[in-house]
Structure formats: structure tokens, C-alpha cells
């Protein structure tokens, strides 16, 4: 699904990794809502590109909304569950991640990343 998602041509995506040090400094929940907020940025430039008078709304999965996001925004409890676009938003996330995950066992098989893939 992840293959046919990212390759679909109306398909419009961003994903945004966040370091360690963003992680350390600032702690997991508010890197994990900055890097939302990087990711709908980038999303929203390339989507105004596209479709440059229309309004757009993110859906974030979850209990809150990433502070300074750059247009209207809602949380969806379970979104990932009831809503297409956050679960196709959820598999790009989650395969992103996995395939890290497995570039950085690769490149540092002590560290043994690759049990981090998936669930």
C-alpha cells in the first residue's frame, strides 16, 4: 500500500523526520508535534502549487493540534481507524520509519535498530 500511495499521482504527501537532538532537547511530544507541523508545511506549500485557491484543512490523529500549525486544524481520536487519509497518512509515516530503522541497523548493527520496525 505504501508503494502505491506515494506513487499514486493525486496522491500528495510529506513526511519529516525528527532527530535525536530535536528529541533530547525539546522531548518526544513536542518533537513529534513539531515534526507535524514541518510536515504540513511542506504539504501545504506543494499543495497551494497545485491548487492555489483552495483552503485545506489537517486532520491530526490523536488528542491535540501541534501549536502554529499553518492552516485550520482538528484532532481525530482514532483517525487512523475511521478516516482514509490519516491511515494512508499512518503507513507512509510508519513504513518511513520502518525503512530508517532498517538503514540505521545496517549501518550500525550493534545498536540493533531493526527491532524497532513495525509494532
Do not use: C
Not at 511542506?42 to 500549525?69: E, I, Q, S
Not at 487519509?85 to 507512509?92: C, D, V
Not at 520509519?97 to 520496525?117: G, S, T
Amino acid at each position: 500500500m505504501y508503494h502505491v500511495l506515494v506513487n499514486h499521482p493525486n496522491v500528495y504527501w510529506e513526511a519529516t523526520v525528527v532527530s535525536h537532538s530535536e528529541i533530547d532537547e525539546v522531548n518526544i511530544l513536542q518533537a513529534t508535534m513539531n515534526g507535524m507541523r514541518r510536515s504540513t508545511e511542506g504539504l501545504v506549500n506543494k499543495l497551494k502549487k497545485v491548487f492555489p485557491t483552495h483552503k485545506f484543512r489537517a486532520l491530526v490523529d490523536g488528542n491535540r493540534v501541534p501549536t502554529g500549525m499553518p492552516i485550520d486544524s482538528a484532532f481525530v481520536i482514532k483517525g487512523d481507524s475511521i478516516i482514509f487519509s490519516i491511515a494512508a497518512a499512518s503507513i507512509i509515516a510508519k513504513v518511513t520509519r520502518d525503512r530508517l530503522m532498517q538503514q540505521l541497523h545496517e549501518e550500525f548493527p550493534v545498536y540493533n535498530f531493526a527491532q524497532h520496525k513495525g509494532y
